[in-house]
């Protein structure tokens, strides 16, 4: 049930591949190049897992079909043992700078058996459009199709009629969270459920996880050391957006002035942002959460900070200390 990946080159055939093409009209190394032929070559694009039982957790994957006519798609999972009762719903957004990724990549589908397994919680994660084939705002609109499909069968008579969901989903304990690209996603679609009264979901929280965020100003390292970072991201930003007004779109800034203070209508109690010290997205992160604590938002905010750690090192290292120390906040903050 993947969608379109493009064309997956392992990274040590990159430069072999290059030739293929004549000219090339972009390039984000090391995760895409797009040929002006249109050819797509995507570097990071791990092969999909299929769903089923996980032998480790004993957490139980299935994929169902959301909306036929763009392709969207989601994988559930479901934790071991028998008369689960009602869960918490944790609708999950994967990263991938929106280009690469998948509900049923490694990383995403092994931490949300883990996850699922100690939470004891139904997730949900919702498998976009990706972008250069599906230039944004594809995947945004296709992440709230995919919350309006959960909450669908939040209320008689909403028509969803997905089993896992209508027996298990308890939606007054609903969390919607997601990793870098899927941070600022989850976000999103936070905050316009907030503008849509929560669509009849109890949502308790937003979990945002190394988010990738940006704006046309620099903040922290982003006008120093990390300027030519930056104004490659910014490049990169035009790429996947071609028809962004530019980097303070509400999008890529929540807090711009073209955003008109929507999010800090976020419909959610609570908010944990995580962020890591060695990535390059740290400082953005922290803006994040200094900006939605300083909007106007009635709920609570919180921030971790995984010290001496990079970009999503807790799918890279899942038994590692901190990976470790991150989960037990995660748990916690679930089971609030």
């Known amino acids: 049930m993947n969608g379109e990946r493009g064309e997956v080159v392992p990274m040590a ?41 996980d032998p480790t957790t ?16 989601a994988r559930l999972f479901l934790p071991p043992g028998e008369g689960h009762g009602k869960l918490p719903v944790v609708v999950y957004y994967h990263g991938g700078a929106y280009v690469v990724g998948s509900a049923a990549d490694p990383f995403t589908h092994h931490y949300l058996n ?43 008579g909403g028509g969803g009629a997905e089993p896992w969901l209508v027996e298990h989903g308890d939606f007054s304990r609903v969390f919607l969270a997601g990793a870098s690209a899927g941070g600022n996603i989850a976000h999103y679609v936070a905050a316009r459920a907030g503008e849509h009264g929560g ?10 996880v190394h988010p990738y965020f940006s704006g046309a100003a620099d903040i922290g390292a982003e006008g120093t050391t990390g300027k030519t970072e930056k104004a490659k991201a910014d490049e990169f930003w035009r790429f996947i957006y071609p028809g962004s007004p530019g980097l303070d779109d509400p999008l890529s800034n929540p807090f711009s002035d073209a955003a008109g203070g929507r999010a800090a209508r976020v419909a959610a109690e609570r908010v944990l942002v995580c962020v890591a010290e060695k990535d390059s997205l740290r400082d953005r992160g922290v803006w994040y959460y200094e900006k939605l604590k300083a909007s106007g938002y009635a709920g609570e905010v919180d921030l971790l900070e995984s010290m001496g750690e990079g970009h999503v090192f807790y799918c890279i290292d899942p038994r590692g200390e901190k990976a470790r120390e991150m989960q037990a906040r995660v748990l916690s903050f679930l089971r609030k």
Request: aromatic share 10%; proline share 6%.
């Open 13 to 53: 055939t990159a430069a072999a591949g290059a030739g293929a093409d004549a000219e090339l009209d972009f390039e984000f190394f090391p995760i895409i190049r797009r040929y002006k032929s249109g050819r797509v070559e995507r570097f990071m694009n791990i092969d999909p897992l299929p769903a089923g039982t």
């Open 58 to 73: 004993g957490v139980t994957s299935k994929d169902v079909v959301v909306d036929p006519a763009i392709g969207l798609w």
């Open 114 to 156: 883990g996850l699922v397994a100690e939470a004891g919680v139904l997730a949900v994660a919702l498998e976009y459009r990706l972008a250069p084939e599906h230039p944004l705002p594809a995947a945004y609109e296709d992440s709230w199709e995919g919350l309006r499909w959960v909450a669908s069968h939040a209320t008689a």
């Open 199 to 208: 669509l009849g979901l109890g949502i308790r929280g937003l979990l945002v």
